[in-house]
């Protein structure tokens, strides 16, 4: 299975000298762009620590962080194997409940992005160390409306914030990011309130596990997971937290 990319609706008039161009410039960029892409994806990015992190409240032993980074297989695959992180869900957020499926949401036009929902053990891992693999491993942040081959709105870097907390920290750690120039461009994160989380249809979840010689998942998903190896070898875990496993355990 491979994602949906964008469509394109030539106007009927246009000569055939001035399509094909037209077709074959959009071609070289769409290849260059997405070469770049693949090289940066490859590589991960070092960056540093948020300055501003949360505290576990006493007692607390769940945290919950909503995250979207372009196509949510590749996101699960990457918190699957973080130590502390209890379950990955693919899904939907930013949208109404009415659209939350595949179906609707590949047409760009339901407000909705592809996200994961991060359950996680703030005792063993803090929400600030989530962004950060979020920020460095699981996408690039200054890929505005797209993520790889992938575009359109459904794909945007956004985070979700669950409390007033998270979106204090993770305003200032987008502002501490910027200042740093830690990346060669802006980031577009954008940070959206007050926006309920739907799972997405069984066939996404676990996908990258179960599908490991998936074009798409060799070439976009499963060099992130080996950046989080390399980047972050205390957090990593070889062992996934399957959303399969947690279902039959219950």
């Known amino acids: 299975m491979t994602k949906p990319g964008p469509h394109y ?3 009927l008039r246009r000569s055939k000298s001035a399509l094909l161009a037209a077709l074959t410039g959009a071609l070289l960029a769409m290849g260059a762009g ?3 892409w ?3 994806a490859q590589e991960g990015r070092p960056i540093p620590a948020p300055a501003i992190d949360a505290q576990p409240a006493e007692g607390a032993a769940t945290g919950v962080a909503i995250l979207a980074g372009g196509c949510f297989w590749g996101v699960q695959g990457v918190f ?5 992180v209890s379950n990955a869900v693919s899904g939907y957020a930013g949208g109404e ?14 407000g909705h992005s592809e996200s994961v929902r991060v359950t996680f053990d703030p005792r063993k891992i803090s929400y600030g160390r989530i962004l950060q693999i979020y ?12 993520q790889g081959p992938d575009f359109g709105t459904q794909y945007r870097s956004a985070i979700f914030p669950t409390s007033h907390d998270q979106e204090r920290i993770a305003k200032a750690y987008i502002a501490q990011l910027n200042q740093a120039r830690v990346y060669d461009a802006a980031i577009v994160t954008k940070i959206e309130t007050d ?8 066939y996404h979840q676990d996908y990258m596990t179960l599908n490991p010689g998936n074009p798409y998942i060799m070439i976009n998903d499963l060099p992130k997971v080996e950046n989080l190896k390399r980047l972050f070898p205390d957090r990593y875990r070889a062992k996934p937290a399957l959303v399969s496993q947690a279902k039959a355990s219950n």
Do not use: C, I
Request: net charge positive; glycine share 4%; no cysteine.
């Open 9 to 11: 609706r030539p106007a």
């Open 34 to 36: 997405l070469a770049m």
């Open 38 to 40: 693949q090289a940066s």
């Open 80 to 84: 699957q194997h973080v130590e502390g």
């Open 97 to 110: 409940e009415k659209t939350a499926s595949y179906r609707a949401v590949t047409t760009g036009r339901t």
């Open 135 to 146: 920020f460095s491993v699981a996408h690039d942040p200054t890929q505005l409306n797209r």
């Open 195 to 202: 926006k309920p989380f739907y799972p997405a249809e069984d």
